[in-house]
């Protein structure tokens, strides 16, 4: 099983970035498609979710309105666009995949290699 993000770097506050995740390994279309994010010293936050089964998404409140999760299964991608970025967005972005319908908890099953972004002027 391979994750693999990118996308990230830094941008000024108030800006955009894109993250990409490909998947490979495992039934992409069969999976929940989830982004965490890290902090040193703090838990990981699931700020983005994608549900195969149901074809919904969940965000966390610190991102609700600003990012939006979407997935290609015809090419085993999943996207985190991030609008009116913040200096508190700054972290480490992680792509995850997890055969569970809705989960929303840290166990997902898969975890790919993070991706910094930094979000500074």
């Known amino acids: 099983v391979q994750l693999q993000a990118f996308g990230g770097g830094l941008v000024q506050p108030g800006g955009s970035l894109r993250l990409s995740c490909e998947a490979s390994g495992f039934t992409f279309r069969l999976y929940t498609m989830g982004w965490f994010r890290q902090v040193p010293g703090k838990g990981s936050e699931l700020v983005a979710a994608n549900f195969y089964r149901t074809r919904t998404t969940y965000y966390s409140d610190s991102v609700k309105g600003r990012f939006t999760i979407s997935r290609d299964n015809a090419k085993n991608t999943v996207f985190l666009q991030m609008d009116s970025l913040k200096p508190e967005d700054t972290a480490i972005y992680f792509c995850?995949?997890?055969?569970?319908?809705?989960?929303?908890?840290?166990?997902?099953?898969?975890w790919g290699r993070g991706t910094l972004v930094t979000v500074s002027s």
């Open positions: 995850t995949a997890d055969p569970r319908a809705r989960p929303l908890e840290v166990d997902y099953q898969y």
